[in-house]
């Protein structure tokens, strides 16, 4: 969503958003459409041994070791796991937030051409979601790093610098 909100306050200063495994928003909805429908098609009941607590009204996740094993890096190196687990912490969708924002617009965000590029092992956000997402929310090009989780840029490094490049090769 972070490039999103750049492309949106910025967008003569970018060629090309690309989203690699993450959430599109589009101008027809608010920003948290997109959130709201993941959540919705994969329940927080289903984060496995994650913690969800509550700040008030806002919703923080902490994700379990096993969450992150089995749905985010299942396919990246032991190595990168463990340094996962020392370094996790609570993090938002921050729904709450873009309930309230108003929609990105067609000037701004819609002007940016969008990428995408589908992890096509990814547990976290599967296929099919990424697949809505890619219609909804209206990407100029995708590209499939095969073989990679949610963590691409651990799981296949060197196919995602492909797919990246490739991109940037088009637009830049």
Same mark, same amino acid.
């Given at each position: 969503?972070?490039?999103?909100?750049?492309?949106?306050?910025?967008?003569?200063?970018?060629?090309?958003?690309?989203?690699?495994?993450?959430?599109?928003?589009?101008?027809? +909805?608010?920003?948290?459409?997109?959130? *709201?429908?993941?959540?919705?098609?994969?329940?927080?009941?289903?984060?496995?041994? !994650?913690?969800?607590?509550?700040?008030?009204?806002?919703?923080?996740?902490?994700?379990?070791? &096993?969450?992150?094993?089995?749905?985010?890096? *299942?396919?990246?190196?032991?190595?990168?796991?463990?340094? /996962?687990?020392?370094?996790?912490?609570?993090?938002?969708?921050?729904?709450?937030?873009? !309930?309230?924002?108003?929609?990105?617009?067609?000037?701004?965000?819609?002007?940016?051409?969008?990428?995408?590029?589908?992890?096509?092992?990814?547990?976290?956000?599967?296929?099919?979601?990424?697949?809505?997402?890619? *219609? &909804?929310?209206?990407?100029?090009?995708?590209? /499939?790093? &095969?073989?990679?989780? +949610?963590?691409?840029?651990?799981?296949?490094?060197?196919?995602?610098?492909?797919?990246?490049?490739?991109?940037?090769?088009?637009?830049?």
């Amino acid at each position: 969503m972070s490039i999103a909100l750049a492309m949106e306050k910025f967008p003569e200063k970018i060629a090309v958003g690309i989203f690699i495994a993450a959430f599109i928003p589009d101008t027809n +909805h608010k920003p948290s459409y997109v959130l *709201q429908e993941y959540i919705e098609r994969y329940p927080p009941s289903g984060w496995l041994d !994650s913690e969800i607590l509550f700040d008030g009204t806002k919703m923080v996740i902490l994700p379990g070791i &096993n969450f992150l094993a089995t749905k985010f890096f *299942q396919l990246s190196s032991i190595e990168d796991l463990e340094l /996962v687990k020392l370094l996790k912490r609570t993090g938002s969708f921050f729904i709450e937030d873009l !309930s309230e924002a108003k929609n990105f617009s067609k000037k701004g965000y819609e002007s940016v051409r969008r990428a995408y590029i589908v992890t096509n092992e990814d547990l976290a956000v599967p296929v099919e979601f990424q697949q809505w997402m890619i *219609q &909804n929310g209206g990407i100029d090009v995708v590209n /499939v790093v &095969n073989g990679a989780d +949610h963590m691409a840029m651990f799981s296949k490094p060197q196919e995602l610098c492909v797919c990246l490049l490739d991109i940037v090769d088009k637009y830049a």
